[in-house]
């Protein structure tokens, strides 16, 4: 990959001085439009090795165009606030809105190649992240980004003429540091390990750009250049409407016999008053004891709630609220997205919501909304639900892996028993529990969610993320089973 | 204070759990009012001495109402992220929006009696932090926010007798640790400092509610009672559309000689091209440097640009900008705040984009539309803008105290260069330069602007956060001049 960026690149001044104003000019005007549109963002990765200008092209990048619309990130080492919290969660905090042009300087490439090149993990471990990244990348340009992954590069003879060349000058020579030459030490292997990562990260939506390094203009032109033609294009696209196509396979019909998980649940199920105080007092305390074991600080929870309207997501959230201290928990409820929500991809109104460690945080309702009301509703295109079961088991991979117990609750309920539910409803004094008309009208489509439910299911019951299918029918019964369910998760989770 | 809150107040079982359950439904009620009106968010603050219930009280006021729209803080050791940004910069982080109830269990009244108590402040210090926290209320207040603050006390007796009973009894010896008997043997002094800072931030918006805390059923009743009339008021005026009275001076005319600081600029202030190469290389190489001081890394750097349209703040922007690390600033441009911002007091917006130390932010407009554009053009209501004068000032006391550099620059150019400017940009072939309808209105008010900016700056410009005036009807001038007083500014804030 490596090689048409070791062919000694060169820019005569004469010929960068009649370009880069123009260019310079264009850039601005492309950036313009970006933002007028705010139909997308651009995520620009700079990557590579030492001394092949990472730092002097942001700053060139940041100096031609409008710096008042680009966000530079640099990733020193991670804040506490970071660092307990999943991998992913400093860049998916760092992405630009649409409409901005955001710069990453070190990113999801640094670790995974770095780790790798000092052994501090094994080639499964880089391959591993390397799958991790390309489904990353693809949700990102799924969503609309428009990726530009630049890598920066030196030939190892054009390595050590550069760095004996500074040690010549007295004024340059103190910056040439010991670690220069340990990083030089191992330019081989960081060469192969990067070339594959390299390699397996080149994909159709973000493929790399390698940048020879050595020659200031002919570095500063190439990337201008690709930067300025891919606006362009994108630009030209989105005014002309052109969508990209769907691409996704059709989804599954309902079971032929009509038999599913939901249908399938055993609705009768229930427990008296007595019983149900009983093993809500042993539960409770048992959930109590378990948030403050010593070994919960290290590790997270996190519940989601999903249910038709008046499954009683509200009444089982508070039966876990009540063993809990409330310093401790957060309670997430999903309404429609603000706007500074809407200008990020789907999962970044989640992302930010990731507790720190020794944390609870619950959602009622959550990023199952994409595959549930988004779907039946057709508020989502198709194509963009289908890809949701696996962006959302991705990024439930994600909070496992930091440390986190994810438990999520489906609370079923048959349609009878909601129509009894909102026929009660209606008669009581309180208006925080009216029935709306769109409660009326999600009803027409029970079928279509439960249908969707079933496929929810199927797509994203995940070993490390398993749903429980409550049968809501009987409350009591139903809060006795999420608090048991979920003593039990968290035991066996602090028993690993 | 505390007299009232020692007299051993009781309720007894049968009359709790009479009133309880309606207290609970009412509560919901009202809860369930605040938040469909949105208009104001409650921010209730719990304090007190150890064992008084503060905790119980926090669980029990989210197991009372719906939790899910109560947002509960506890505030644990501030992460470094907190802790290199001003003191109350986590503490508008926890701020609920409109809405919403904000519960702050431990708050901005913590450290500074704690730290007094313990003599690690003076009198003086704490009687600072006092006048801070009552134009901060204030503030909060003037801004909407329905606020309660609770102070849960026992009596030396009280409490003496009460950490004798758990040691008694050997299932609850563990919970009395010898830190509880080292907190008592200061309760005398906790107790004096206490209620010199409750005396003293007893405001009228914001009065201190102390409560007795050892019976946990008059506490319980005595708090949620008092909620529920605080809210029930609140919802009510506010449907009744009931603004409290203005209670603003009238701003001042402007000069009766029509002499102001931006007419007796000079603004024939001009540089060659020549001497501005020569300048901005010498300028922005010491800028350059200056950033990267070792002491640099202990403060940060915050430049306000101001100015009327055309006025070049982007140009001067840039060439500070042009002298910095990307990695380094971000520049944070402000336009109309976001449906997240507007749910919050005025200043939020900004106090968000606070730098950590070490960074450098540039905000290219600002705070001070407040006081600039949305005075003129009515956006606020007078009594909001005058308030804004003596809360900006406040807000820049603490950037600066927490290390920050405020610099503060207002471009000044004269009706005729604007003119000049408009119709330059009205020729160019850059959509990024046209001139908006708006543009073209805002010019019509340049004296009310005028008045405006002089009052600004008047106002807020402070010994540690000075205004400069920049004669800006020559760019090259006014660029140098920005990048001179910067450089001068950091130098003289590093020699401290």
Redo the contacts between chains.
């Keep these: 990959m490596f090689e048409s960026a070791e062919l000694g690149h060169k820019i005569d001044k004469k010929t960068y001085d009649k370009e880069a104003p123009k260019l310079r000019?264009d850039l601005?005007?492309a950036q313009?439009?970006v933002g007028?549109l705010k139909k997308f963002p651009v995520i620009i990765l700079i990557n590579g090795v030492d001394g092949a200008g990472k730092?002097e092209t942001?700053?060139l990048?940041?100096?031609w165009m409008?710096?008042?619309?680009?966000?530079?990130?640099?990733f020193p080492p991670p804040?506490?606030?970071e660092r307990e919290r999943p991998f992913m969660w400093r860049f998916w905090r760092a992405l630009p809105p649409r409409g901005k042009i955001g710069?990453l300087?070190g990113n999801w490439y640094t670790d995974p190649i770095v780790n790798r090149v000092i052994k501090v993990t094994k080639a499964a471990d880089l391959d591993q992240s390397i799958e991790e990244i390309n489904r990353f990348e693809q949700m990102l340009a799924d969503e609309g980004a428009l990726i530009l992954k630049f890598w920066f590069h030196l030939s190892k003879d054009a390595q050590r003429k550069r760095l004996k060349a500074l040690e010549k000058d007295k004024d340059t020579r103190w910056r040439v540091t010991k670690a220069d030459w340990e990083h030089f030490a191992i330019y081989d292997k960081f060469r192969a390990v990067s070339e594959h990562a390299l390699r397996h990260t080149s994909t159709g939506v973000a493929p790399w750009i390698v940048v020879e390094g050595a020659d200031e203009q002919y570095r500063s032109l190439t990337v201008a250049k690709i930067l300025l033609d891919a606006m362009r294009k994108r630009v030209d696209q989105e005014k002309k409407g052109a969508r990209r196509v769907a691409v996704s396979a059709p989804p599954p019909p309902p079971a032929a016999d009509r038999r599913d998980l939901i249908n399938s649940l055993d609705m009768k199920l229930a427990l008296t008053k007595k019983k149900f105080d009983k093993e809500l007092e042993k539960y409770q305390g048992r959930l109590n004891l378990l948030t403050r074991n010593p070994k919960f600080k290290e590790r997270s929870l996190i519940c989601v709630f999903e249910g038709s309207d008046a499954a009683g997501k509200?009444g089982s959230?508070?039966r876990i609220?009540?063993a809990l201290?409330?310093?401790q928990?957060?309670?997430v409820?999903i309404a429609a997205p603000?706007?500074?929500e809407r200008a990020q991809p789907y999962l970044w109104r989640f992302w930010r919501h990731a507790p720190r460690i020794g944390r609870v945080t619950i959602f009622?309702r959550s990023w199952y909304g994409r595959v549930l009301v988004e779907r039946v509703e057709g508020f989502a295109r198709e194509e963009d639900w289908m890809r949701a079961y696996a962006e959302i088991n991705d990024f439930e991979d994600q909070l496992v892996r930091s440390g986190a117990i994810v438990a999520k609750f489906w609370l079923a309920i048959t349609a009878e028993e909601q129509l009894k539910r909102f026929k009660e409803r209606e008669k009581t004094r309180?208006?925080?529990f009216k029935i709306t008309e769109e409660d009326w009208r999600n009803r027409k489509k029970w079928n279509d969610y439960e249908h969707a439910v079933c496929d929810m299911i199927d797509r994203t019951s995940t070993e490390i993320a398993p749903w429980t299918l409550v049968e809501a029918n009987d409350k009591l019964h139903a809060r006795i089973k999420v608090l048991k369910t979920l003593c039990d998760r968290i035991e066996s989770a602090l028993r690993e």
């Design positions: 000019a601005l005007d313009f439009d007028e730092g942001v700053n990048l940041n100096a409008d710096p008042r619309h680009i966000q530079t990130h640099a804040s506490d606030e710069i300087f509200g959230i508070r609220t009540g201290d409330a310093r928990y957060a309670i409820p603000t706007e500074e009622d309180f208006k925080r």
